[in-house]
Each structure stands twice: as C-alpha cells, then as structure tokens.
C-alpha cells in the first residue's frame, strides 16, 4: 500500500442516482467551453452593475489550471471584457522556507511522518499577494484570480464572485504521482515519487481538506474538475440542495480496488475487474478520506468527494454531533476486502493504540480491526 490509494479500476456500477427537481439539474452546465461561456457571460452581466469586478478561482491539488484559464482567457476575449489574470503561485513563499516549516513532519523516515497542522496561509506571503489584489482592483478591470488557496483568510473578502474546483483525491494523487502537477508550493523539486506521495498524505492533502472546508461555505459556484473536458459547474444553491437529498438517501461510496503482494483472484472474478491486473489484494468500500460518490442526475454524472458531504452534514451521516468532533472531522468506520485466494500469504499486523498514534503519527483516529473471515 502507498500514500495514495489510486484504484486499479473505475467501478461505474457503483451509481447513486437521488431524485432531483428539474429546475435544478437544468440549472448545471457541462463542458469547458460551456462552463467558461457561462462564467464569462455571468462577470459581463456583473460588470455592467459595478465598476471593476474581482473573481476568485480556487481548488484543490489536481486541478488541470492551466486548460481552464486558457479557455477562460479565450472566451472573455471574445465578449471583449477589460480583464487581467493573477496566479497565485507567484506568491508562494520560496522552496527552502516551505520545506524548513513542513520538514519537521516529514521525518528522516522512509515510510512515516506526521500529520501536518498548518494552514494554507503559511504557504504565501500573504501581505504581497492582498496588496497585488489591492492594487488590481482599483484599476476598475475584471481580475480573475486563480490557484490553490487563492481564496484564503488575508484575501476572501476581496472577492465578488468565488468558484471552487474540486477533485478527489484519488484523482489529485494519481496526477501528482505522474508528474502532471507538483505539490503544494513546490515548483516541481520533488524528489521522488514516494516523496511526493507522502508529502501528499501528511502535508497537502490536510492542508488543503481544512482550507476547502472553510471555502466551501463561501462559495458561488461549485465546479467538479476531475475531468476537466468535461468540466460541471452547479451553482451553489443546486450543490447545497444536491448535499441534502444525498444525506437522506443509502449511499454507495465508489470502491479502491489495489492490486498487492498476497493478492487473489476471487476479486477480480466477482467484480468483473480488468483482465490486466495481475491480482486484487484489497477492495476498499468504505475508505472515506479518501473516497468519491458517483451521482448521476439524467446524463449528467458527478464524481464528489465524500467528505464534503460529511462536513455539510455530519449529524446526518454519523448520529451524534460529539461523535464527529471525536474522531476529528472523520469518518471511523473502515470496509474492505482483502482477497488471497490464489495469491500470496497476508501480513502480520499491529496497531498502536490511539496515544502512540497521536504522539508519534498526529494522527486523530487509530485502527482497530475485526474483519477477518
């Protein structure tokens, strides 16, 4: 196991389909070119309301930005809107200082670390990039800014307009495991693909769940970026409504299925996985971090990530209020199948208690297993 948990395999039979009004679905737009015409209409409508308009673009890791600003360029070019583009990685602090703060938590060790507690603001020099949207602002142009984090604490009420892109995180892995996007404020040192796979797990990937949390509240538009050809922009009162009606309805989370050392046959049988790989070792059901819902509304087919359905409505899906803020924003409960039925030997475990966790790892919840059969 990695990281990263990246399936072998998409499985498409693992749908939800909630009923949604109409109006609703009508209400999304699919498709870059659609969602950037779309987006290029909506800030010619607001200029011609207030003088200077100022957007914010933000996403998670994963994000294919430099595709959508290019169609987005090319689609206010075309409605001849007076506009200039901020990239937020410009105001990242530089490599050494970024790496002194997260090293700490990286360790010496080749397979462990620490849980990073930072928050995104630490990556920018922060003064810099308000007083650069500042200054954009009063030149009365359309400013679109864009990146990881643009839309944080010291900038996020200088925005009329905010979209988030979002991808999972099985997306976002497999794409920074392939050198298709560096982590987060590296401008593409990394070291090595483990590196980048465990600087993923303990400092990206929670530095960038808390600042999505927080933006998602703040949001104008919610766009699915996982394919970004086939970009999917709701607006925020059609997610919000999307959130409810899936809290209220049996959900199938989209299974990880990994291929590994004791890994069987019996899997690939039953699941009608691809030929190609040589065995499955693990199919993850419930690995919630880490874990996407496919939502189908018509012809339209939505990859969510699970956790923002948990933070939306935690009450919902786990009971009790105190039992959420316990485990740390999780979810605890861990399904899988582990398969050696033609494979090799399973592994010897053990698990430390949630102390040893916590002192050693920062980790906020353990593992405590009884699945055997």
């Known amino acids: 196991m990695s990281y990263v948990l990246i399936s072998s395999y998409d499985d498409k039979e693992a749908i939800n389909t909630p009923r949604i009004p109409s109006e609703l679905i009508e209400r999304i737009v699919v498709g870059l070119n659609e969602v950037c015409k779309r987006v290029g209409i909506l800030v010619k409508e607001t200029v011609s309301r207030k003088i200077g308009v100022t957007i914010g673009i933000d996403g998670y890791i994963g994000v294919y930005w430099k595709v959508l600003i290019s169609k987005l360029e090319e689609f206010f070019r075309e409605l001849q809107l007076d506009f200039e583009l901020l990239d937020v990685t410009n105001f990242y602090k530089p490599l050494d200082y970024i790496e002194n703060i997260i090293k700490p938590f990286l360790t010496c060790d080749p397979h462990f670390g620490r849980v990073f507690e930072g928050e995104i603001e630490m990556f920018f020099r922060r003064k810099e990039l308000r007083k650069r949207i500042e200054h954009a602002r009063r030149n009365s142009k359309v400013l679109v800014c864009f990146g990881c984090g643009v839309v ?3 900038t996020a009420d200088l925005y009329d307009v905010v979209f988030y892109v979002d991808v999972t995180k099985e997306v976002a892995g497999r794409r920074v495991l392939n050198g298709l996007i560096n982590n987060l404020g590296d401008g593409g040192k990394s070291i090595s693909r483990e590196y980048s ?25 919610y766009l699915d970026g996982n394919n970004t050809e086939n970009l999917i922009m709701l607006p925020r009162d059609v997610y919000k409504k999307l959130l409810l009606i899936l809290s209220e309805h049996p959900l199938r989370l989209k299974p990880i299925y ?17 030929k190609s790989m040589k065995n499955c070792a693990w199919s993850y059901e419930v690995m919630a971090p880490y874990q996407s819902l496919f939502v189908k509304l018509r012809n339209i087919v939505l990859n969510l990530p699970f956790l923002n359905l948990l933070w939306e409505y935690p009450d919902r899906i786990m009971g009790k209020f105190e039992a959420y803020e316990k485990v740390g924003g999780n979810f605890p409960i861990r399904v899988n199948y582990d398969d050696s039925m033609g494979g090799g030997d399973m592994a010897i475990q053990v698990h430390g208690d949630l102390s040893y966790l ?10 405590n297993e009884s699945y055997y059969i």
């Open 197 to 221: 796979g465990k600087r993923l797990y303990y400092i990206d990937f929670p530095v960038l769940d808390r600042h999505k949390r927080r933006v998602l509240r703040r949001i104008d538009f």
């Open 358 to 367: 916590k002192e050693n790892f920062n980790e906020p919840i353990g593992q």
């Open 152 to 154: 944080n604490r010291f």
């Open 258 to 274: 990994l291929e590994g050392v004791w890994g069987g046959q019996w899997l690939k049988e039953i699941r009608k996985l691809p």
